[in-house]
């Protein structure tokens, strides 16, 4: 996910991205609650950025296509 200008964004997917690694580490290795508690992390840092993204989708206006004074395009 890239950040696209909005603040914290970008850190907060590499935030994500470190997490998933760390469950697969933390399967790997058998450690069944260190699994479990990085899930609810990462289910946290999931839907921040949802958040995140549907704020910046909502932040879009359309302003229509401009003409000129007499109302025709040149």
């Known amino acids: 996910m890239e950040g696209l200008g909005v603040p ?3 850190r907060l997917a ?3 991205d470190n997490l998933i690694a760390r469950i697969a580490e933390a ?3 058998g450690w069944n609650g260190e ?3 990085l899930k609810v992390s990462l289910s946290g840092a999931e839907d921040k950025l949802a958040q995140i993204d549907g704020r ?3 932040a879009t206006i359309n302003l ?3 003409t000129t004074k007499s109302g ?3």
């Open 8 to 10: 914290g964004t970008a």
């Open 14 to 16: 590499d935030i994500r």
């Open 27 to 29: 399967e790997r290795e």
């Open 35 to 37: 699994v479990e508690g």
């Open 56 to 58: 910046s989708q909502k």
């Open 64 to 66: 229509g296509m401009p």
């Open 72 to 74: 025709d395009l040149e």
